[in-house]
Nanobody, 116 residues
Framework: QVQLVESGGGLVQAGGSLRLSCAAS????????MGWFRQAPGKERAFVASISSGGVITYADSMKGRFTISRANAKNTVYLQMNSLKPEDTAVYYCAAAHISQWVYWGQGTQVTVSS
């Protein structure tokens, strides 16, 4: 079992930055792929970025160049640095951990609101 707790969300003006954190506890963190997803009002949850246990990173196309995912295995934490934020980035952001190639474990989410 893995427990995930996100933090770092908030209200920011367009063009600003936020760094989200996801603290993990439970089974071995360093061996799990970790990801960030987001869900905007009235929309389905969408993939943002992921990082494998070996450090392979994937981004959704719209986030490339603006968002950076990283992990600190010693701290059991994964981060999402978000720069040049836009109003359309407003969403609840969720951290996820994979098990056998499936996103199985989810955090409770953290709200990010970008004002224009």
């Amino acid at each position: 079992q893995v427990q995930l707790v996100e933090s770092g969300g908030g209200l920011v003006q367009a063009g600003g930055s936020l760094r989200l954190s996801c603290a993990a506890s439970g089974r071995t963190f360093s061996s799990a792929a970790m990801g960030w997803f987001r869900q905007a009002p009235g929309k389905e949850r969408a993939f943002v970025a992921s990082i494998s246990s070996g450090g392979v990173i994937t981004y959704a196309d719209s986030m490339k160049g603006r968002f950076t995912i990283s992990r600190a295995n010693a701290k059991n934490t994964v981060y999402l640095q978000m720069n040049s934020l836009k109003p359309e980035d407003t969403a609840v952001y969720y951290c996820a951990a994979a098990h056998i190639s499936q996103w199985v474990y989810w955090g409770q989410g953290t709200q990010v609101t970008v004002s224009s």
